[in-house]
């Protein structure tokens, strides 16, 4: 079995920047596709972006608009989401989560659509 932990999380100001983490152990990672979801208070799980297992194929929700890039590391074992341009909207908890299959990017908005997660990083921008 995988195990995911997320890290990089942090407080900012609009407009600011982070570099979010997410560390794979156990199971095999390069024939993983990974997402990332966000969820803020009250809210429901909001898809944010994915990325299949070599890389050569990614997908964003719409409101990212350029702002954000996924990309992963095999050897490492690691898959990112840089944030840019930070918006007081984006304050959530951001978790990363795997498909242990056939990868559809087409579903791959849908939160069943994905398996395990880790236990999130929180994301606070405020001015």
């Known amino acids: 079995q995988v195990q995911l932990v997320e890290s990089g999380g942090g407080v900012v100001q609009p407009g600011e920047s982070l570099r979010l983490s997410c560390a794979a152990s156990?199971?095999?990672?390069?024939?993983?596709?990974i997402a990332w979801f966000r969820q803020a208070p009250g809210k429901e799980h909001e898809f944010v972006a994915a990325?299949?297992?070599?890389?050569?194929?990614?997908k964003y929700a719409d409101f990212v608009k350029d702002r954000f890039t996924i990309s992963r590391d095999n050897v490492q074992r690691m898959v990112h989401l840089q944030l840019n341009s930070l918006k007081l909207e984006d304050t959530a908890v951001y978790y990363c989560?795997?498909?242990?299959?056939?990868?559809?990017?087409?579903?791959?908005?849908?939160?069943?659509?994905?398996?395990?997660w880790g236990q999130g990083t929180q994301v606070t921008v405020s001015s």
């Open positions: 156990g199971g095999t990672l390069p024939t993983l596709a």
């Open positions: 989560g795997i498909r242990e299959g056939v990868y559809n990017s087409a579903r791959a908005k849908s939160y069943g659509y994905w398996g395990r």
């Open positions: 990325i299949n297992w070599n890389g050569s194929s990614t």
